[in-house]
């Protein structure tokens, strides 16, 4: 006999493995099945669907979203996303995301903010002729603004799947992507010709005795300050991320949920 469904607790969702995400089945309610990243999307969603099939229409207006309201609800899920321990989405990218979004929102054209537009009115036209010549021209180098138009890209992917648009004009948009490698072998070559032996000894002069080790180690790994922080040595463990070798030891660096957990010990041990 079927199960009576009485509210949407009652709808099915399961974790599929071989597919990486949840699935909420909706055929008793005369819908289909649908993928989720987390469970608490899918809760959401048969809860909307299912006073859609009680009352036979939604319980608030659909209206459509401008920038600021997608960005709002992609900023949510990202932060779900953050908080799912299953995720290899950390709370670093969820921060990279909220301010390359945000930096996005500022822009204004026809002294109408961005963020005050309606998504369904960004094209392709717009996006290529309109969005992205500002955004190369708000940001220091086209890296930092190519990094700004893909979170860009992805939160108009979210407001696919929320039905807000039918395609991505990001993603049709022909734009003159810079070529990462090479502009990161220039600064390379930049960044090496600042460094010599009478460069290093002139910093070295001036950092006290017990934080030179420091500088060394930074200058022979290559690792950043919250890399840092949150390296593990070994000799034994066999790293899942980037390792860089140091003698017998292996550095290993998870740039994201650890990181931002170690910083945050070592900034509670100093206070």
Known sequence: MPKKIICHKNLSIRWRKD?????LDLEPIGGGHKNFATKAEATQYAQEMFEVFETGKPATEIKPW??????EKYLEHCQRRSEDPDSNYGPSSLTNQRCHLNNCAKLSFDRLALAKRNIADL?????????????KADCNTSITALNRFGAFRQMM???????????NPCSKADIEAPERKLLWKQKLKRDMARVDPD???????????QHK??????LETGLRIREQVAYESSTHYQPRFDFYGIG??????NIAKEMDKAIGRALQSAK
């Open 123 to 135: 094209d392709v036209d717009f996006i290529e002729q309109d969005f992205w010549p500002a955004l």
């Open 19 to 23: 597919r990486n995400c949840f699935i």
């Open 213 to 218: 080790l420091k500088v060394l180690f930074a």
């Open 66 to 71: 401008t920038v600021e309201k997608g960005i």
């Open 248 to 253: 017998e030891h292996r550095v290993r660096t």
């Open 157 to 167: 992917f979210w407001c696919v799947k929320r039905k807000q648009i039918s395609s």
């Open 199 to 209: 460069n290093l000894q002139t910093i070295l002069s001036h950092v006290e005795p």
